[in-house]
Structures are given as structure tokens and as C-alpha cells.
């Protein structure tokens, strides 16, 4: 059964890694239709209010187990899923905010390189800043994984451009971001906590947005299919 469950996990974190990957042509001709923020915020907001059916259907399978639950631990959980999610939305708003930017300053193929390198960046974080031991494996697997992904996505030499120094700091920001998940979602509702996280990237967005921009309902439409 625990077999059965990892296994179950591997596959859907491989699923999560190909629509992260495909995402960026969207992200890169979206700009052709609008700026920056109003891409963010208006993707994270979509992305937040589909979770709410998903949120009632889970909230309605498990409502015995959730009634039984000692109420320290439910407020527990409920307190890191907002915290979390609150957490999660500002480092996922700067990443992806830096990300969203440099796609319109580099290829898809370099972005996906360097944005990729957070693989490496989350041990060595977890090692300066929480003090987590990494396993020798996981190092050779970060050797492994960033060699595949050097030969997959750079096919005419490596230069440094400006897409390309905000993509690495959005490689940054999503290293705190996974450290963040990291630290709240072992006591958190996990879909709940991505919601607001999501909600919580979204609103930093459209603030951003009125702020540097000038969104018009008509370009954000005809952005949809990105």
C-alpha cells in the first residue's frame, strides 16, 4: 500500500512537471496580449476559483473524519493552511512575477533551463538556512537532472541576457516557495492552503497590475487561449 502510494505521488509529481514545463509558451505569447501583472493576476485568480469545487467536494468526502479531528489540531490546520497559503501566494507571486517578465527577454528552451535550476537551489537552501542534511543521491540525481536539462533545452550556446537574470531570480523565489510548502503543508489542508496561496498571487497581481499598467478587458481576451 505505502509502495502503491509513492508511486502514486512520483506520477502525479511528473504530471505536475510537464504542465509546469508547457506552461511556458502560454506565459511567452500571453505577453503578445497584455502586461505582466495582468497575466499573473488573472491566471492565479482562475486558477484559485477552480479549487473551490474541488475544496467542497474533499471538505463533503471527508466531514466525519474532519468532525472527529481534535479541535487543537483542526485549528492547527486551518490556521497553517491560511498562513501558508498567505506565505506561499507572496513567494509564488514574486517568482512567477519574474518568470512572466523574462519569457518576453529570452526563448522558452533557456527559460525552462534556468528556471530549473531551483532543483539545485532547494537542498542548498534547505542545507544554509534549515540546516537539512542532503543525501549524496540527491546531489547526483541534481547532477543528473540539470545535465538533461542543459542538453534538452540549450542548442546555440549559453549567453546572459536581462530574460535571463530575472528568470534566475525567479528560480530563487520559487526555491522559498517550495521551502515554504515545505514547512506549512505537513499540518495544512493542502488544496485549501494552494487556493489561497493561489487567491493571494492573484490579488498581488492585479494590484500590480493598476498600478504599472493599463488593463483592457478586450486583451484580456483575447489572451485566453494563452
Not at 31 to 59: H, Q, W
Not at 65 to 81: F, I, L, T, V
Not at 89 to 98: E, N, R
Not at 152 to 163: A, D, M, N, Q, Y
Amino acid at each position: 500500500m505505502e509502495q502503491k502510494k509513492s508511486m502514486g505521488s512520483s506520477l502525479m509529481m511528473m504530471l505536475t512537471a510537464f504542465i509546469f514545463g508547457i506552461a511556458f509558451v502560454a506565459q511567452s505569447d500571453g505577453m503578445n496580449y497584455v502586461g505582466g501583472f495582468t497575466f499573473v493576476g488573472c491566471r492565479y485568480l482562475l486558477a484559485g476559483t477552480v479549487l473551490l469545487p474541488v475544496i467542497a467536494a474533499f471538505r463533503k468526502r471527508d466531514q466525519s473524519a474532519w468532525e472527529a479531528m481534535d479541535p487543537g489540531k483542526r485549528a492547527r490546520c486551518n490556521r497553517n493552511s491560511l498562513v501558508g497559503g498567505i506565505c506561499c501566494g507572496i513567494c509564488l507571486f514574486i517568482g512567477t512575477s519574474l518568470q512572466q517578465f523574462g519569457v518576453a527577454y529570452t526563448t522558452v528552451a533557456k527559460a525552462g533551463f534556468i528556471t530549473s535550476l531551483y532543483i539545485v537551489m532547494v537542498p542548498l537552501a534547505g542545507l544554509l538556512f534549515l540546516h537539512k542534511r542532503v543525501a549524496r543521491n540527491v546531489w547526483v540525481g541534481v547532477a543528473l537532472a540539470l545535465a538533461g536539462m542543459y542538453l534538452l533545452c540549450i542548442k546555440e550556446g549559453f549567453s546572459v541576457e536581462t530574460g535571463d537574470v530575472l528568470v534566475l531570480l525567479c528560480a530563487v523565489g520559487f526555491t522559498f516557495h517550495i521551502l515554504t510548502i515545505d514547512h506549512f503543508a505537513p499540518e495544512a489542508d493542502g488544496i485549501l492552503m494552494s487556493s489561497i496561496q493561489f487567491y493571494t498571487t492573484g490579488v498581488l497581481g492585479c494590484i500590480a497590475m493598476f498600478l504599472v499598467e493599463e488593463p483592457h478587458w478586450d486583451a484580456i481576451l483575447a489572451a485566453r487561449v494563452s
